[in-house]
């Protein structure tokens, strides 16, 4: 079955700063990859996707690359408010026909410093 | 469009005892995918049913089960509760079979006491 890595598992930034989490994935099977954001206490939101097809996606402040050779695909927050302090959690699944459902990673937990 | 809903939200029992929780999907989604988060396993695969049908299940024992009926809401059944069941139990709709973007709901805290 997929196996989802993520890394770093707690990141700390400046406010202002730019924060990247990377998460590597094994089945090259793999065609969707949504990244959620999950605050203390609450339900995991849906914050940006990416579909194999498609090499980088951008969302105003957040953007998702995607590198299927390498089976890794990263988000990139730029210009990090206090409120995006979360964990932060990466995920990968084969959509069409015989899903298994969303593989995630461990999860980051990103601090943003005032 | 209201969100997807989960009840109950918190939830005690003591090992032994059976547990049923359930999920309303959003309005028009017809897929509901069930989902284990604890400390250590962090977020986990249950299984997911489409049309009133299980599609797929994840690596879980037996004691772990579920059903939707014919409006879309679902139930999942943990049975023979162990200490090692509490978590939170997160549901999620999607508008159709193999439609992948995945909308959760707030969970339910199950404690096996």
């Known amino acids: 079955g997929e196996n989802v890595e993520q890394h770093p598992s707690t990141l700390s930034v400046q406010e202002g700063d730019s924060a990247v989490i990377k998460c590597t994935y094994s089945?090259?099977?793999?065609?969707?990859f949504p990244w959620y954001k999950q605050e203390l206490g609450k339900r995991p939101q849906l914050i940006i996707d990416?579909?194999?097809?498609?090499g980088e996606k951008k969302d105003q402040r957040i953007a998702v690359t995607l590198n299927k050779t390498a089976k890794h695909f990263s988000l990139h927050i730029t210009e990090t408010q206090p409120e995006d302090s979360a964990v932060y959690f990466c995920?990968?699944?084969?959509?069409?026909?015989?899903?298994?459902?969303?593989?995630f990673g461990k999860g980051t937990h990103l601090i943003i410093q005032p | 469009k209201a969100g997807v809903t989960q009840t109950p939200r918190y939830l005690i029992k003591t090992r032994g005892q059976q547990v049923t929780l359930s999920c309303s999907p959003i309005?028009?989604?017809?897929?509901v995918s069930w989902y284990q988060q604890t400390p250590g396993q962090g977020l986990q695969f249950l299984f997911e049913?489409?049309?009133?049908?299980?599609?797929n299940k994840g690596n879980f024992p037996g004691r772990f089960s579920g059903r939707q009926f014919s409006n879309s809401r679902s139930e999942m059944n943990v049975s023979t509760l162990e200490l090692g069941d509490s978590a939170l139990y997160l549901c999620?709709?999607?508008?159709?079979?193999?439609?992948?973007?995945?909308?959760f709901g707030p969970g339910t805290r199950l404690t096996v006491l």
């Open positions: 999620a709709s999607s508008l159709a079979e193999y439609t992948d973007t995945q909308y």
């Open positions: 089945d090259s099977a793999s065609n969707y």
């Open positions: 990416i579909r194999s097809n498609v």
């Open positions: 995920a990968a699944m084969y959509s069409g026909g015989g899903a298994d459902g969303l593989t």
């Open positions: 309005s028009g989604h017809r897929s």
């Open positions: 049913y489409f049309s009133e049908t299980q599609r």
